[in-house]
Protein backbone atom coordinates (compact mmCIF):
# COMPACT_ATOMS: atom_id res chain seq x y z
CA UNK A 1 0.00 0.00 0.00
CA UNK A 2 1.14 3.44 -0.85
CA UNK A 3 1.00 5.59 1.85
CA UNK A 4 3.36 8.02 3.97
CA UNK A 5 3.53 8.18 7.70
CA UNK A 6 4.78 11.36 10.13
CA UNK A 7 5.98 11.56 13.24
CA UNK A 8 8.16 13.84 15.70
CA UNK A 9 6.00 16.30 16.26
CA UNK A 10 5.30 18.11 19.84
CA UNK A 11 5.54 20.99 22.14
CA UNK A 12 9.01 22.77 21.67
CA UNK A 13 9.81 26.43 23.39
CA UNK A 14 9.96 29.19 21.32
CA UNK A 15 13.29 29.58 19.67
CA UNK A 16 14.00 25.79 19.87
CA UNK A 17 14.07 22.94 17.07
CA UNK A 18 12.38 19.90 16.32
CA UNK A 19 13.08 17.12 12.93
CA UNK A 20 9.99 15.83 11.67
CA UNK A 21 10.07 12.60 9.75
CA UNK A 22 7.66 10.66 7.26
CA UNK A 23 8.36 7.48 6.55
CA UNK A 24 6.78 5.92 3.22
CA UNK A 25 5.81 2.96 1.86
CA UNK A 26 4.60 1.64 -1.37
CA UNK A 27 7.26 4.05 -3.56
CA UNK A 28 10.55 5.53 -3.41
CA UNK A 29 11.02 9.09 -1.74
CA UNK A 30 13.84 9.83 -3.50
CA UNK A 31 12.30 9.24 -7.20
CA UNK A 32 9.42 11.56 -6.63
CA UNK A 33 9.17 15.25 -5.66
CA UNK A 34 8.42 15.18 -2.00
CA UNK A 35 6.94 18.12 -0.07
CA UNK A 36 6.05 19.55 3.03
CA UNK A 37 2.66 21.83 3.78
CA UNK A 38 1.43 22.91 7.09
CA UNK A 39 -1.80 23.58 8.38
CA UNK A 40 -2.40 26.11 11.40
CA UNK A 41 -5.34 25.32 13.51
CA UNK A 42 -8.26 26.58 12.06
CA UNK A 43 -6.57 28.04 9.14
CA UNK A 44 -6.08 27.18 5.40
CA UNK A 45 -3.11 25.35 3.85
CA UNK A 46 0.48 26.15 3.44
CA UNK A 47 3.47 24.81 1.13
CA UNK A 48 6.59 25.12 3.11
CA UNK A 49 9.05 23.11 1.13
CA UNK A 50 9.81 20.70 -2.11
CA UNK A 51 12.70 18.19 -2.48
CA UNK A 52 13.28 17.02 -5.91
CA UNK A 53 14.25 13.70 -7.31
CA UNK A 54 17.64 15.14 -8.39
CA UNK A 55 17.69 16.79 -4.49
CA UNK A 56 17.24 20.16 -5.09
CA UNK A 57 15.80 21.96 -2.14
CA UNK A 58 13.08 24.75 -2.37
CA UNK A 59 11.70 26.52 0.67
CA UNK A 60 8.62 29.39 1.11
CA UNK A 61 9.59 32.41 2.16
CA UNK A 62 8.38 32.41 5.48
CA UNK A 63 10.40 29.30 6.73
CA UNK A 64 13.29 30.21 4.01
CA UNK A 65 16.74 30.08 6.33
CA UNK A 66 14.96 27.98 9.28
CA UNK A 67 13.75 25.30 7.80
CA UNK A 68 15.59 22.42 6.25
CA UNK A 69 14.28 19.25 3.75
CA UNK A 70 16.09 15.80 3.33
CA UNK A 71 15.70 12.34 2.83
CA UNK A 72 17.55 9.56 3.43
CA UNK A 73 17.21 7.08 0.68
CA UNK A 74 18.17 3.74 2.79
CA UNK A 75 15.32 4.55 4.96
CA UNK A 76 12.82 5.64 2.00
CA UNK A 77 12.35 8.62 4.90
CA UNK A 78 11.44 12.38 4.61
CA UNK A 79 12.94 14.95 6.85
CA UNK A 80 12.20 18.81 7.93
CA UNK A 81 14.75 20.20 10.39
CA UNK A 82 12.73 23.12 11.50
CA UNK A 83 15.24 25.77 13.74
CA UNK A 84 14.37 29.16 15.54
CA UNK A 85 10.79 28.15 16.03
CA UNK A 86 8.40 30.29 16.80
CA UNK A 87 4.41 30.51 17.48
CA UNK A 88 3.54 31.39 13.53
CA UNK A 89 4.97 27.49 13.23
CA UNK A 90 2.21 25.97 15.11
CA UNK A 91 0.57 23.51 13.16
CA UNK A 92 -0.20 20.49 11.61
CA UNK A 93 2.64 19.15 9.28
CA UNK A 94 1.75 16.93 6.73
CA UNK A 95 4.40 15.34 3.80
CA UNK A 96 3.11 14.57 0.87
CA UNK A 97 4.05 13.45 -2.72
CA UNK A 98 3.66 14.89 -6.12
CA UNK A 99 1.03 13.30 -8.25
CA UNK A 100 3.59 12.95 -10.94
CA UNK A 101 7.08 11.56 -10.32
CA UNK A 102 8.35 12.22 -14.27
CA UNK A 103 8.21 16.10 -14.32
CA UNK A 104 6.50 18.07 -11.32
CA UNK A 105 2.90 18.85 -11.50
CA UNK A 106 2.49 20.92 -8.19
CA UNK A 107 -0.47 18.46 -7.26
CA UNK A 108 -0.65 16.19 -4.12
CA UNK A 109 -1.87 12.74 -4.26
CA UNK A 110 -0.40 11.03 -1.45
CA UNK A 111 -0.31 12.85 1.89
CA UNK A 112 0.33 11.75 5.27
CA UNK A 113 -1.90 11.76 8.77
CA UNK A 114 0.21 15.02 9.42
CA UNK A 115 1.55 15.75 12.85
CA UNK A 116 1.30 18.18 14.94
CA UNK A 117 3.75 21.37 16.49
CA UNK A 118 3.20 23.44 19.01
CA UNK A 119 5.66 26.46 19.83
CA UNK A 120 5.02 28.11 23.33
CA UNK A 121 6.36 28.16 26.63
CA UNK B 1 2.94 35.48 -2.68
CA UNK B 2 -0.42 36.09 -1.17
CA UNK B 3 -2.99 33.33 -1.07
CA UNK B 4 -5.36 32.50 -3.77
CA UNK B 5 -8.89 34.20 -2.96
CA UNK B 6 -12.00 31.84 -2.41
CA UNK B 7 -15.16 32.52 -1.14
CA UNK B 8 -15.55 31.04 3.04
CA UNK B 9 -18.59 28.94 1.97
CA UNK B 10 -20.66 27.93 -0.59
CA UNK B 11 -23.89 25.66 0.27
CA UNK B 12 -26.33 23.34 -2.03
CA UNK B 13 -29.29 20.76 -1.69
CA UNK B 14 -28.76 17.19 -2.40
CA UNK B 15 -28.82 16.72 -6.55
CA UNK B 16 -27.81 20.07 -7.02
CA UNK B 17 -24.44 21.51 -8.59
CA UNK B 18 -22.37 23.80 -6.63
CA UNK B 19 -19.26 26.05 -8.26
CA UNK B 20 -16.50 27.31 -5.91
CA UNK B 21 -14.25 29.81 -7.19
CA UNK B 22 -10.70 30.61 -7.08
CA UNK B 23 -8.86 33.92 -8.45
CA UNK B 24 -5.01 34.48 -8.28
CA UNK B 25 -3.03 36.97 -10.72
CA UNK B 26 -1.26 36.79 -13.40
CA UNK B 27 1.88 34.96 -11.22
CA UNK B 28 -0.04 32.37 -10.46
CA UNK B 29 -2.85 30.53 -12.07
CA UNK B 30 -3.33 32.79 -14.78
CA UNK B 31 0.26 32.33 -15.77
CA UNK B 32 0.62 28.12 -15.20
CA UNK B 33 -1.85 25.46 -15.81
CA UNK B 34 -1.06 23.65 -12.52
CA UNK B 35 -4.20 24.10 -10.73
CA UNK B 36 -5.40 22.29 -8.17
CA UNK B 37 -8.06 21.38 -5.95
CA UNK B 38 -8.35 20.01 -2.74
CA UNK B 39 -10.78 18.43 -0.26
CA UNK B 40 -10.48 18.14 3.49
CA UNK B 41 -12.99 16.68 5.75
CA UNK B 42 -12.40 17.72 9.64
CA UNK B 43 -9.24 16.14 11.04
CA UNK B 44 -8.36 14.85 8.22
CA UNK B 45 -5.81 14.90 5.48
CA UNK B 46 -6.37 16.79 2.39
CA UNK B 47 -7.24 14.73 -0.83
CA UNK B 48 -6.64 15.76 -4.69
CA UNK B 49 -9.51 16.26 -6.23
CA UNK B 50 -8.48 17.97 -9.94
CA UNK B 51 -5.17 18.90 -10.64
CA UNK B 52 -3.72 20.19 -13.78
CA UNK B 53 -6.94 22.41 -13.98
CA UNK B 54 -9.43 19.32 -15.07
CA UNK B 55 -7.51 16.37 -14.43
CA UNK B 56 -9.08 14.16 -12.44
CA UNK B 57 -7.37 11.26 -10.46
CA UNK B 58 -8.26 7.69 -10.55
CA UNK B 59 -11.25 6.94 -7.97
CA UNK B 60 -12.39 10.71 -7.57
CA UNK B 61 -16.08 10.80 -8.93
CA UNK B 62 -16.81 12.80 -12.47
CA UNK B 63 -19.22 14.63 -10.28
CA UNK B 64 -16.30 17.24 -9.61
CA UNK B 65 -14.95 18.73 -12.48
CA UNK B 66 -12.49 21.70 -13.08
CA UNK B 67 -11.95 24.65 -14.83
CA UNK B 68 -10.14 28.10 -15.69
CA UNK B 69 -10.73 31.68 -16.99
CA UNK B 70 -7.91 34.10 -16.99
CA UNK B 71 -6.68 34.32 -13.00
CA UNK B 72 -10.29 32.35 -11.94
CA UNK B 73 -10.32 28.74 -11.73
CA UNK B 74 -13.55 27.05 -10.46
CA UNK B 75 -14.34 23.48 -8.95
CA UNK B 76 -17.56 22.43 -9.62
CA UNK B 77 -19.78 19.80 -8.02
CA UNK B 78 -22.43 18.19 -9.82
CA UNK B 79 -25.30 15.97 -7.68
CA UNK B 80 -24.29 17.13 -4.91
CA UNK B 81 -23.81 14.15 -2.14
CA UNK B 82 -24.19 14.74 1.72
CA UNK B 83 -20.57 13.00 2.15
CA UNK B 84 -19.65 16.30 -0.37
CA UNK B 85 -19.84 18.25 2.60
CA UNK B 86 -15.96 19.06 3.36
CA UNK B 87 -13.49 22.08 3.44
CA UNK B 88 -11.98 22.69 -0.19
CA UNK B 89 -9.11 24.10 -0.99
CA UNK B 90 -7.27 25.24 -4.64
CA UNK B 91 -3.43 25.63 -5.19
CA UNK B 92 -1.75 26.76 -8.09
CA UNK B 93 1.77 26.77 -9.25
CA UNK B 94 3.44 31.05 -8.15
CA UNK B 95 6.68 30.67 -10.39
CA UNK B 96 10.09 30.54 -8.55
CA UNK B 97 9.44 27.57 -7.23
CA UNK B 98 6.61 27.87 -5.25
CA UNK B 99 2.84 26.59 -4.16
CA UNK B 100 0.32 28.64 -2.92
CA UNK B 101 -3.05 27.59 -1.62
CA UNK B 102 -6.43 29.39 -1.53
CA UNK B 103 -7.96 30.65 2.21
CA UNK B 104 -10.86 27.69 1.25
CA UNK B 105 -13.93 27.17 0.83
CA UNK B 106 -16.81 25.65 3.24
CA UNK B 107 -19.00 23.21 1.40
CA UNK B 108 -23.23 22.68 3.23
CA UNK B 109 -25.01 20.52 1.72
CA UNK B 110 -28.22 21.54 3.09
Known amino acids: EVQLVESGGGLVQPGGSLRLSCAAS????????MNWVRQAPGKGLEWVSVIYPGGSTFYADSVKGRFIISRDNSKNTLYLQMNSLGAEDTAVYYC???????????????WGQGTMVTVSS | QSALTQPPSASGSPGQSVTISCTGTTSDVGGYNFVSWYQQHPDKAPKLMIY???KRPSGVPDRFSGSKSGNTASLTVSGLQAEDEADYYC??????????FGGGTKLTVL
Open chain 2, 52 to 54: EVS
Open chain 1, 26 to 33: GFTVSSNY
Open chain 1, 96 to 110: ARDVAAAVVRWAFDI
Open chain 2, 91 to 100: SSYAGSIKEV
